[in-house]
């Protein structure tokens, strides 16, 4: 059976962790959370018989998917860091930047990720972990445009992956 989203019907869902003892009270009648990787949406789904054991269930919310796209970063004080950003979900992105940044810090993004348009801009980035030259991001903050911007753009990753191992 394929999951689908109750909000914007894309089929690109994935099962999360339980929250609380809404999503525990709701598993004992086969009903668990699951995420659109596309449009955020956090949903109950029953999959009757079925069962989820947490510790299957990975961690992040959202599926990466590999890119090798340019981005800008920009600190509170204005300096700007460039770098490569290596995989991207709705919801933040590995990136490889030469700077000396700290976890935790706040940044503003810019992910040039199609060709002739304006970057995608994230107002508010916190850097999750830093180790060597490679971050972390998890996005905070965008304004509702950019936020569909990135959604189109990762859906689009989507189905590119699903065609090519359709083709593979």
């Given at each position: 059976m394929e999951l689908i989203c109750s909000q914007c019907r894309k089929p690109l869902v994935k099962a999360v962790r339980r929250q609380g003892g809404l999503d525990r009270l709701l598993s004992w009648f086969y009903a668990y959370p699951f995420r659109c990787q596309v449009c955020q949406h956090r949903f109950h789904l029953m999959q009757w018989g079925l069962r989820y054991i947490e510790r299957d269930v990975?961690?992040?919310?959202?599926?990466?998917?590999?890119?090798q796209l340019p981005a800008k970063l920009q600190d509170e004080q204005g300096r700007e860091y460039e770098g490569t950003v290596r995989d991207l979900s709705v919801g933040g992105c590995a990136m490889?930047?030469?700077?000396?940044?700290?976890?935790?810090?706040?940044?503003?993004?810019?992910?040039?990720?199609?060709?002739?348009?304006?970057?995608?801009?994230?107002?508010?980035?916190?850097?999750?972990?830093?180790?060597?030259?490679?971050?972390?991001?998890?996005?905070?903050?965008?304004?509702?445009?950019?936020?569909?911007?990135?959604?189109?753009?990762?859906?689009?990753?989507?189905?590119?992956?699903?065609?090519?191992?359709?083709?593979?």
């Open positions: 990975d961690r992040r919310e959202y599926e990466r998917r590999p890119v490889e930047v030469d700077a000396p940044l700290q976890k935790g810090t706040l940044l503003r993004f810019q992910l040039d990720a199609l060709d002739n348009e304006p970057c995608i801009t994230v107002e508010t980035t916190i850097v999750r972990s830093a180790q060597e030259a490679r971050l972390r991001l998890e996005f905070l903050r965008m304004a509702p445009k950019e936020k569909e911007r990135l959604s189109q753009f990762i859906l689009s990753l989507w189905l590119e992956g699903t065609q090519a191992a359709r083709r593979g």
